[in-house]
Nanobody, 112 residues
Framework: QVQLVESGGGLVQPGGSLRLSCAAS????????MRWYRQAPGKEREWIAQVLRDGTTYYKDSVKGRFAASRDNAKHMLYLQMNSLKPEDTAVYYC??????WGQGTRVTVSS
């Protein structure tokens, strides 16, 4: 089990970019799958991206082509580069391991 801490959220204008980071307290090298989820106000938490141990990525259709997830196993880090942000991307973003570990979330607000 690892502790996860997200950072990098904030207020950004539509069309802008943010890079989220997720720092793990221990090694993630042997964790097969790490994921990003988000929860918008009044909505259920939804999966948006995942990164396999070998760097293979998968995305929810609504973020495909705009978001890029990556991981650095040596630094125990997971990242989410978010470009062309839209107001509907406003949410709290969480990282997750398939061992069942969650971070506390970082808030992203896309607004002019």
């Amino acid at each position: 089990q690892v502790q996860l801490v997200e950072s990098g959220g904030g207020l950004v204008q539509p069309g802008g970019s943010l890079r989220l980071s997720c720092a793990a307290s221990g090694s993630i090298a042997r964790i097969p799958v790490m994921r990003w989820y988000r929860q918008a106000p009044g909505k259920e938490r939804e999966w948006i991206a995942q990164v396999l141990r070998d760097g293979t990525t998968y995305y929810k259709d609504s973020v495909k082509g705009r978001f890029a997830a990556s991981r650095d196993n040596a630094k125990h880090m997971l990242y989410l580069q978010m470009n062309s942000l839209k107001p509907e991307d406003t949410a709290v973003y969480y990282c997750y391991t398939n061992k069942g570990d969650w971070g506390q979330g970082t808030r992203v607000t896309v607004s002019s």
